[in-house]
């Protein structure tokens, strides 16, 4: 018979006698335990491969010096920040991710053939610059306007002051479109006719996940990319994919071609493009392409140097790991005779041999790791077993490309068991289980109360087992959130399986956690000032479904109102209507019953909802107008939470 979890417990308390009170090892340093588990980690791999050196810092140009500042003045990248990222990894970094992360610590505007240039290291992603024949087709502009101007004028200062004459955005996520309006203008775009071109169902997929889920998102991405992490051997190294994020004003501006078939051919500024759609895999929305004339292929984010994510830990939509596969494949027939590969992350291949290599394994490695989780899946596993049970074979294991920097094997694992049969294991025991705070409460009490269980993760600490330590002390630090001894060692073992991870955002995620026990959440989210340039171009729609989302139903029990919202300056009119505790909505003619209707212009309804415009300084604008009761509009308003966006995430004070 297995013991039980209570037996377990119980055994590990009775070990306690005369154990020291103190870790062998200050915090900050790595223990002897976790320089085990780095050296188990990286057998078998040769860190002295140089090949991806020399193809990361092929073509190089010239390299920026100094920060881009935000309009608030605040650092959104220092190009300097990273040199400490050389010659041999110290003790509190996987020498796998050091390898990693000086390789994408080859910043610069580099050439990687004829008419194909790339600025890396002003954002998380790459910008890439295709010549045409009357100026520059920009792929993918960055995350922020200011990182995006940023790459831009560096670019024409080495290149010459080419125009911009076509946009291609890959996919939506933010970092490949949010810097737009620093290269361009709506204005701009309009007179010179400037076609953007993107997949179809980008605009409804990129302001979507920016709207909707966007505040628990943002927030829990400062854990993935560690934003408020210093860079440093005991704290940011890289992200997987680059850098860092360039936290600053994000907007977008709609397609003017659709990419929505298989194979699609599209001339830009006098260069024939062949787009290939590739949507629900890295992202609801992509594309690839090639440029047969350069014998180019751009495989957008379905490519990186990188096992990628299929749930990204900042959350997203579930991603279908065979799909992924099957596009590979397609890109393997597709591939001809190209000779370059460049991606929007990470740094490019060359010779065709290298690039179907490239393009094989990671065919591959989405393909076993689905074929493997759903043998156990199917077999009664769950999916923490799966995830202790997978490991990649050895040829997949020992290449470069496809190791765990970004994604990592065992949260993908979990993805692809999510994606068929949901979160819920099978056991009965986790369909209604008590709320974490109440569950911790009882465990600790079981156990001893908290002196114990800290007792007992101090000689599991000094053990190594630092799983065991984290799992133990969550149930602390939830139980009693000020017992600052189990913050404290919490904290610690977060630091050692940081030191250990060979995936950024693995290590990102546990110094974050390290960092937040000792000082508390942020004081500030992402700024929501920075998105307003987004939401103005975000349908009206997904506005209304997040207010809904944003509806307190408890204290809206019992409230039956009716408004109409007419917004002048897009010429749209909605009904708006609580019932049965629930916000509904509905497009078209004004209600004559409604309690109040709101006359307003977009811009003002986007800052309002927002957070940039107070609810008093709205109703007092002039570009918004009442009729009916502003007592039961303003109540409407008051009744739609606002997202603090810095929420607590460890060592959280409710359950």
Same mark, same amino acid.
């Given at each position: 018979?297995?013991?039980?979890?209570?037996?377990?417990?119980?055994?590990?308390?009775?070990?306690?006698?005369?154990?020291?009170?103190?870790?062998?090892?200050?915090?900050?340093?790595?223990?002897?335990?976790?320089?085990?588990?780095?050296?188990?980690?990286?057998?078998?791999?040769?860190?002295?491969?140089?090949?991806?050196?020399?193809?990361?810092?092929?073509?190089?140009?010239?390299?920026?010096?100094?920060?881009?500042?935000?309009?608030?003045?605040?650092?959104?990248?220092?190009?300097?920040?990273?040199?400490?990222?050389?010659?041999?990894?110290?003790?509190?970094?996987?020498?796998?991710?050091?390898?990693?992360?000086?390789?994408?610590?080859?910043?610069?505007?580099?050439?990687?053939?004829?008419?194909?240039?790339?600025?890396?290291?002003?954002?998380?992603?790459?910008?890439?610059?295709?010549?045409?024949? #009357?100026?520059?087709?920009?792929?993918?502009?960055?995350?922020?306007?200011?990182?995006?101007?940023?790459?831009?004028?560096?670019?024409?200062?080495?290149?010459?002051?080419?125009?911009?004459?076509?946009?291609?955005?890959?996919?939506?996520?933010?970092?490949?479109?949010?810097?737009?309006?620093?290269?361009?203008?709506?204005?701009?775009?309009?007179?010179?006719?400037?076609?953007?071109?993107?997949?179809?169902?980008?605009?409804?997929?990129?302001?979507?996940?920016?709207?909707?889920?966007?505040?628990?998102?943002?927030?829990?991405?400062?854990?993935?990319?560690?934003?408020?992490?210093?860079?440093?051997?005991?704290?940011?190294?890289?992200?997987?994919?680059?850098?860092?994020?360039?936290?600053?004003?994000?907007?977008?501006?709609?397609?003017?071609?659709?990419?929505?078939?298989?194979?699609?051919?599209?001339?830009?500024?006098?260069?024939?493009?062949?787009?290939?759609?590739?949507?629900?895999?890295?992202?609801?929305?992509?594309?690839?392409?090639?440029?047969?004339?350069?014998?180019?292929?751009?495989?957008?984010?379905?490519?990186?140097?990188?096992?990628?994510?299929?749930?990204?830990?900042?959350?997203?939509?579930?991603?279908?790991?065979?799909?992924?596969?099957?596009?590979?494949?397609?890109?393997?027939?597709?591939?001809?005779?190209?000779?370059?590969?460049?991606?929007?992350?990470?740094?490019?291949?060359?010779?065709?041999?290298?690039?179907?290599?490239?393009? #094989?394994?990671?065919?591959?490695?989405?393909?076993?790791?689905?074929?493997?989780?759903?043998?156990?899946?199917?077999?009664? %596993?769950?999916?923490?077993?799966?995830?202790?049970?997978?490991?990649?074979?050895?040829?997949?294991?020992?290449?470069?490309?496809?190791?765990?920097?970004?994604?990592?094997?065992?949260?993908?694992?979990?993805?692809?068991?999510?994606? %068929?049969?949901?979160? %819920?294991?099978?056991?009965?025991?986790?369909?209604?289980?008590?709320?974490?705070?109440?569950?911790?409460?009882?465990?600790?009490?079981?156990?001893?109360?908290?002196?114990?269980?800290?007792?007992?993760?101090?000689?599991?600490?000094?053990?190594?087992?630092?799983?065991?330590?984290?799992?133990?002390?969550?149930?602390?630090?939830?139980?009693?959130?000020?017992?600052?001894?189990?913050?404290?060692?919490?904290?610690?073992?977060?630091?050692?399986?940081?030191?250990?991870?060979?995936?950024?955002?693995?290590?990102?995620?546990?110094? #974050?956690?390290?960092?937040?026990?000792?000082?508390?959440?942020?004081?500030?989210?992402?700024?929501?000032?920075?998105?307003?340039?987004?939401?103005?171009?975000?349908?009206?729609?997904?506005?209304?479904?997040?207010?809904?989302?944003?509806?307190?139903?408890?204290?809206?029990?019992?409230?039956?109102?009716?408004?109409?919202?007419?917004?002048?300056?897009?010429?749209?009119?909605?009904?708006?209507?609580?019932?049965?505790?629930?916000?509904?909505?509905?497009?078209?003619?004004?209600?004559?019953?409604?309690?109040?209707?709101?006359?307003?212009?977009?811009?003002?309804?986007?800052?309002?909802?927002?957070?940039?415009?107070?609810?008093?300084?709205?109703?007092?604008?002039?570009?918004?107008?009442?009729?009916?009761?502003?007592?039961?509009?303003?109540?409407?308003?008051?009744?739609?939470?606002?997202?603090?966006?810095?929420?607590?995430?460890?060592?959280?004070?409710?359950?």
């Amino acid at each position: 018979m297995k013991p039980t979890l209570y037996t377990i417990l119980a055994l590990t308390l009775v070990s306690l006698a005369g154990c020291d009170n103190k870790p062998s090892v200050a915090a900050g340093d790595a223990t002897p335990a976790t320089a085990a588990v780095i050296q188990a980690s990286i057998k078998g791999l040769d860190l002295s491969d140089n090949r991806d050196m020399e193809d990361a810092q092929r073509g190089f140009i010239a390299r920026p010096t100094g920060k881009i500042l935000g309009a608030d003045g605040n650092v959104l990248i220092d190009f300097d920040a990273y040199r400490f990222v050389e010659g041999q990894a110290p003790a509190t970094v996987n020498p796998s991710l050091w390898r990693h992360a000086m390789l994408n610590a080859q910043i610069g505007l580099f050439k990687v053939s004829d008419g194909i240039y790339q600025l890396r290291g002003f954002d998380i992603a790459n910008m890439t610059l295709i010549d045409g024949q #009357t100026g520059w087709i920009v792929v993918d502009p960055l995350t922020s306007r200011e990182s995006a101007a940023s790459a831009l004028a560096f670019a024409r200062e080495h290149l010459g002051n080419k125009p911009v004459t076509a946009i291609i955005f890959t996919h939506d996520h933010a970092d490949h479109f949010g810097g737009v309006l620093g290269i361009t203008s709506s204005s701009e775009v309009a007179q010179r006719n400037i076609p953007i071109v993107a997949p179809a169902g980008f605009m409804e997929e990129a302001t979507s996940e920016n709207i909707l889920a966007g505040p628990a998102m943002a927030r829990r991405s400062m854990y993935q990319f560690g934003k408020n992490l210093t860079p440093g051997a005991t704290g940011i190294v890289d992200t997987g994919l680059g850098k860092n994020v360039a936290y600053g004003s994000m907007g977008i501006l709609p397609p003017t071609q659709i990419i929505d078939q298989p194979i699609q051919p599209l001339e830009l500024d006098g260069v024939s493009f062949v787009f290939h759609n590739m949507p629900g895999a890295e992202a609801p929305a992509e594309l690839t392409f090639s440029i047969p004339a350069l014998k180019a292929y751009g495989g957008a984010e379905l490519l990186t140097q990188t096992m990628h994510n299929l749930l990204p830990i900042r959350g997203a939509k579930v991603r279908d790991a065979l799909r992924w596969s099957d596009y590979m494949q397609i890109a393997l027939d597709e591939l001809g005779d190209t000779e370059v590969y460049f991606g929007q992350h990470n740094w490019p291949i060359w010779g065709n041999e290298r690039i179907r290599e490239f393009i #094989t394994k990671h065919r591959d490695v989405y393909k076993y790791l689905h074929d493997q989780t759903v043998r156990l899946m199917n077999a009664g %596993y769950t999916p923490n077993e799966i995830a202790d049970k997978i490991q990649l074979p050895d040829s997949l294991a020992s290449y470069f490309g496809t190791r765990g920097y970004y994604g990592d094997l065992r949260h993908n694992v979990k993805a692809i068991y999510q994606l %068929y049969l949901g979160a %819920y294991d099978g056991n009965p025991a986790h369909l209604n289980p008590l709320v974490p705070k109440e569950s911790a409460k009882r465990y600790v009490e079981l156990m001893g109360g908290n002196a114990k269980v800290v007792e007992a993760a101090r000689v599991a600490y000094d053990k190594g087992e630092y799983r065991w330590v984290a799992e133990l002390l969550d149930q602390a630090v939830l139980a009693k959130p000020d017992d600052t001894a189990a913050k404290e060692l919490l904290a610690r073992a977060y630091e050692q399986m940081g030191y250990q991870a060979e995936s950024a955002t693995w290590r990102n995620s546990y110094l #974050t956690a390290a960092m937040e026990l000792r000082n508390g959440p942020p004081a500030k989210g992402v700024k929501r000032s920075d998105l307003i340039e987004l939401m103005k171009q975000t349908p009206t729609e997904r506005f209304l479904e997040a207010m809904a989302a944003s509806l307190d139903g408890p204290a809206a029990d019992g409230k039956n109102w009716t408004f109409n919202l007419v917004l002048t300056d897009t010429n749209e009119s909605f009904v708006l209507w609580v019932e049965n505790a629930v916000l509904h909505y509905r497009k078209g003619p004004t209600a004559a019953n409604a309690n109040a209707t709101l006359t307003v212009t977009k811009d003002l309804f986007v800052q309002l909802l927002g957070g940039t415009a107070g609810l008093k300084e709205t109703l007092t604008s002039d570009d918004l107008k009442v009729d009916g009761s502003k007592v039961d509009l303003v109540r409407f308003l008051g009744l739609l939470e606002k997202a603090p966006g810095n929420f607590a995430i460890v060592a959280r004070a409710g359950s």
